[in-house]
């Protein structure tokens, strides 16, 4: 196991952080009309992409669904989140892509990744 894994911890939010997080679910849930399995995946995706990072997200969904999940949620990802997270390291996908240099291939589709969706355990 890589050493950077052995480490890794959940960065604690300030006060105002987290009370912003929440109020963004809130109104989000208040002004969604549609499916829930929509808003509960665009909520995975907002509590996921502080952790992960934006270019994972857009890494393991395509751009349809990075842009409704933006949408429902009043965002957009690479102004809300770090390029890469804390926790970028557990995507299998983007790993692969980091070692091949194919980040932009992968996401266009050129380049297929078997596991692109896949987190590791730490």
Same mark, same amino acid.
């Given at each position: 196991?890589?050493? *950077?894994? =052995?480490?890794?911890?959940?960065?604690?939010? $300030?006060?105002?952080?987290?009370?912003?997080?929440?109020?963004?679910? %809130?109104? +989000? &849930?208040? +002004?969604? %009309?549609? #499916?829930? %399995?929509?808003?509960? $995946?665009?909520?995975?995706?907002?509590?996921?992409?502080?952790?992960?990072?934006?270019?994972? =997200?857009?890494?393991?969904?395509?751009?349809? @669904?990075?842009?409704?999940?933006?949408? &429902? =949620?009043? &965002?957009?990802?690479?102004?809300?989140?770090?390029?890469?997270?804390?926790?970028?390291?557990? *995507?299998?996908?983007? #790993? &692969? @892509?980091?070692?091949?240099? @194919?980040?932009?291939?992968?996401?266009?589709?050129?380049?297929? =990744?078997?596991?692109?969706? %896949?987190?590791?355990?730490?």
């Amino acid at each position: 196991m890589a050493k *950077s894994k =052995l480490n890794l911890k959940i960065p604690a939010l $300030s006060e105002a952080d987290a009370h912003r997080l929440v109020r963004k679910v %809130d109104e +989000a &849930i208040k +002004a969604f %009309d549609g #499916q829930f %399995d929509e808003l509960e $995946s665009a909520i995975g995706m907002y509590f996921l992409g502080r952790l992960v990072g934006w270019k994972v =997200l857009v890494l393991i969904h395509n751009k349809r @669904t990075i842009k409704k999940y933006e949408e &429902i =949620l009043g &965002i957009e990802i690479r102004k809300e989140f770090l390029e890469e997270g804390p926790f970028v390291e557990k *995507s299998v996908g983007y #790993q &692969i @892509t980091k070692k091949l240099n @194919t980040f932009w291939k992968a996401v266009a589709g050129e380049v297929k =990744l078997e596991h692109r969706r %896949d987190l590791e355990k730490v």
